[in-house]
């Protein structure tokens, strides 16, 4: 039992109306990658907000043993200075302070209360060094991407003299390879340093790929735990304790009933909002006819959401060009108000940041976009717009007790179901969706497809940005490709793989490092 650095014994924690945790079990040993899977909604996010003091001492029931003595945190300083750090989906840097002072704000390393900018700079380096980040510790966090944000992160928790790392949903925004980078910094720590890692991920064959036991939480309950080399760790497996039933198809079964042409992009240029000679679209044409759900792949910094953003009135870029045509006539867009009068809806990747007002209620996110349905004479009626929120919220399958819930208190899966229900409810003809299942469980993930593909049953087009290839294979009729700005490739689905997707990106970027 010495090797055991982590019990946490029979969690049970309450919220008004949910029981979030209902006697959990979980045993890590040091040294070890322990993953936890499960649902949006299981529990998993605040299990870890448990033990990391989130969810103070009191505020629950059961037990929390680390290092072999019982522990009682009663805030996220408590166990930070036990070498426990937590790193949330959501990562918590300032943008307009540098990477040195991200990394020691609340660490600051000061010598009689003064700030010793030296010393930080030093030690940022250090830390940033051991992580491969290859960056000025003076350089602002704003200007450099989500991975190097993610280094940033878990340099910071180093510097913390972590022992046991949490990270929730870490590579939700990374691509792939960066992804890998991360899962083999945290091998190599277990190996080098002997740091523990528990991580959060839906992204199932990252977990097989870098842990060592897997435990699996069903509706607050921990249901069983999987080890390496003894039990099946592949992603089938994993599902079925995920979700109490084998999955055998990931993907709905559609018939297409292909239409007439719904929304044409022709010579379709954006430049950056900022650095306004730099294009990031640059002469695209693309269409989706009624019916159909086009994908659009490639890596990230391709342009396919600044493309989307861009046609849903105006709403990202300068310097915009092209024509644009719905239904075979010209359509001029300035705003998005005019995107979405004309029938055009856009589900942004960012549902948080963009997409929903977490601190408003289900209702009122579902029905924001087009407040004139639920209105007489410009005058709110209350009542409709309670029972339009509910009719969605069945539909949707949106696991609250009532639609007056905060969206912020609903999980992920349940935030990204208001997301695309705020959509629905604006009854458009175009829906442009920009990575719809991003930190989505599989099971949430299943009943987002049947949404979409009941949606180009009514005669709607879906366009649809996803960086899972599976799952552009898997929902398009056809797939577009791009890279750097420009479209490189069109197939329908039936003639792609995700080989001949890549040897495009690939085969495209060589050519322009020739150039």
Same mark, same amino acid.
């Given at each position: 039992?010495?090797?055991?650095?982590?019990?946490?014994?029979?969690?049970?924690?309450?919220?008004?109306?949910?029981?979030?945790?209902?006697?959990?079990?979980?045993?890590?040993?040091?040294?070890?990658?322990?993953?936890?899977?499960?649902?949006?909604?299981?529990?998993?996010?605040?299990?870890?907000?448990?033990?990391?003091?989130?969810?103070?001492?009191?505020?629950?029931?059961?037990?929390?043993?680390?290092?072999?003595?019982?522990?009682?945190?009663?805030?996220?300083?408590?166990?930070?200075?036990?070498?426990?750090?937590?790193?949330?989906?959501?990562?918590?840097?300032?943008?307009?302070?540098?990477?040195?002072?991200?990394?020691?704000?609340?660490?600051?390393?000061?010598?009689?209360?003064?700030?010793?900018?030296?010393?930080?700079?030093?030690?940022?380096?250090?830390?940033?060094?051991?992580?491969?980040?290859?960056?000025?510790?003076?350089?602002?966090?704003?200007?450099?991407?989500?991975?190097?944000?993610?280094?940033?992160?878990?340099?910071?928790?180093?510097?913390?003299?972590?022992?046991?790392?949490?990270?929730?949903?870490?590579?939700?925004?990374?691509?792939?390879?960066?992804?890998?980078?991360?899962?083999?910094?945290? *091998?190599?720590?277990?190996?080098?340093?002997?740091?523990?890692?528990?991580?959060?991920?839906?992204?199932?064959?990252?977990?097989?790929?870098?842990?060592?036991?897997?435990?699996?939480?069903?509706?607050?309950?921990? *249901?069983?735990?999987?080890?390496?080399?003894?039990?099946?760790?592949?992603?089938?497996?994993?599902?079925?304790?995920?979700?109490?039933?084998?999955?055998?198809?990931?993907?709905?079964?559609?018939?297409?009933?292909?239409?007439?042409?719904?929304?044409? *992009?022709?010579?379709?240029?954006?430049?950056?909002?900022?650095?306004?000679?730099?294009?990031?679209?640059?002469?695209?044409?693309?269409?989706?006819?009624?019916?159909?759900?086009?994908?659009?792949?490639?890596?990230?910094?391709?342009?396919?959401?600044?493309?989307?953003?861009?046609?849903?009135?105006?709403?990202?870029?300068?310097?915009?060009?092209?024509?644009?045509?719905?239904?075979?006539?010209?359509?001029?867009?300035?705003?998005?108000?005019?995107?979405?009068?004309?029938?055009?809806?856009?589900?942004?990747?960012?549902?948080?940041?963009?997409?929903?007002?977490?601190?408003?209620?289900?209702?009122?996110?579902?029905?924001?976009?087009?407040?004139?349905?639920?209105?007489?004479?410009?005058?709110?009626?209350?009542?409709?717009?309670?029972?339009?929120?509910?009719?969605?919220?069945?539909?949707?399958?949106?696991?609250?007790?009532?639609?007056?819930?905060?969206?912020?208190?609903?999980?992920?899966?349940?935030?990204?179901?208001?997301?695309?229900?705020?959509?629905?409810?604006?009854?458009?003809?175009?829906?442009?969706?920009?990575?719809?299942?991003?930190?989505?469980?599989?099971?949430?993930?299943?009943?987002?497809?049947?949404?979409?593909?009941?949606?180009?049953?009514?005669?709607?087009?879906?366009?649809?940005?996803?960086?899972?290839?599976?799952?552009?294979?898997?929902?398009?009729?056809?797939?577009?490709?791009?890279?750097?700005?420009?479209?490189?490739?069109?197939?329908?689905?039936?003639?792609?793989?995700?080989?001949?997707?890549?040897?495009?990106?690939?085969?495209?970027?060589?050519?322009?490092?020739?150039?």
């Amino acid at each position: 039992m010495d090797n055991i650095i982590l019990k946490m014994n029979n969690i049970t924690k309450l919220f008004p109306g949910v029981k979030a945790l209902d006697k959990v079990n979980i045993e890590v040993k040091k040294g070890e990658i322990h993953a936890l899977c499960g649902e949006n909604g299981a529990g998993k996010s605040t299990l870890m907000n448990v033990l990391s003091g989130i969810y103070p001492y009191g505020t629950y029931e059961g037990d929390i043993v680390y290092e072999g003595k019982e522990c009682r945190f009663k805030n996220i300083k408590d166990s930070e200075r036990e070498g426990i750090v937590i790193i949330h989906q959501e990562l918590a840097l300032v943008p307009y302070l540098s990477i040195a002072e991200n990394m020691f704000l609340g660490n600051e390393q000061a010598t009689h209360g003064v700030i010793d900018w030296d010393k930080t700079n030093q030690k940022a380096a250090e830390y940033m060094k051991i992580v491969g980040l290859n960056e000025n510790p003076s350089t602002l966090i704003k200007d450099i991407g989500m991975g190097k944000q993610q280094l940033v992160e878990i340099a910071k928790a180093l510097a913390k003299n972590v022992k046991l790392l949490i990270l929730d949903e870490p590579t939700s925004s990374l691509n792939e390879s960066d992804a890998k980078k991360l899962l083999d910094l945290l *091998i190599d720590f277990k190996k080098t340093k002997g740091i523990t890692s528990i991580i959060i991920s839906h992204k199932l064959n990252e977990i097989s790929y870098c842990a060592d036991k897997i435990t699996i939480i069903r509706d607050g309950q921990s *249901i069983e735990t999987l080890v390496k080399g003894v039990d099946e760790l592949s992603e089938a497996r994993i599902i079925k304790g995920m979700v109490g039933r084998e999955m055998t198809n990931r993907f709905p079964v559609r018939e297409s009933h292909v239409g007439d042409t719904a929304l044409e *992009i022709k010579n379709w240029t954006v430049y950056h909002p900022l650095y306004t000679d730099r294009k990031v679209v640059d002469n695209v044409s693309i269409n989706i006819r009624k019916g159909e759900v086009v994908g659009i792949a490639g890596l990230v910094g391709a342009g396919r959401t600044e493309l989307a953003m861009s046609v849903f009135g105006r709403a990202y870029g300068t310097h915009i060009s092209g024509e644009l045509y719905k239904d075979g006539k010209p359509l001029a867009l300035r705003s998005i108000s005019q995107a979405i009068d004309a029938g055009l809806a856009y589900v942004t990747e960012d549902r948080k940041g963009d997409g929903l007002v977490l601190s408003d209620s289900i209702k009122h996110n579902l029905t924001m976009a087009r407040p004139a349905f639920i209105s007489t004479r410009g005058v709110l009626d209350a009542d409709l717009e309670t029972q339009r929120a509910r009719i969605l919220r069945e539909q949707l399958g949106i696991k609250a007790p009532t639609v007056e819930q905060l969206v912020g208190n609903l999980s992920g899966g349940n935030q990204q179901k208001v997301l695309v229900g705020k959509w629905i409810f604006a009854a458009p003809d175009v829906l442009i969706l920009d990575e719809p299942t991003r930190g989505v469980d599989v099971g949430a993930k299943y009943e987002i497809y049947q949404i979409i593909n009941q949606l180009v049953a009514e005669g709607k087009a879906v366009l649809m940005i996803s960086s899972e290839l599976p799952e552009l294979l898997g929902m398009s009729d056809r797939i577009y490709v791009m890279n750097e700005g420009r479209l490189i490739a069109e197939m329908p689905t039936k003639e792609a793989t995700q080989e001949i997707i890549m040897g495009h990106i690939m085969q495209d970027s060589k050519g322009e490092i020739g150039a």
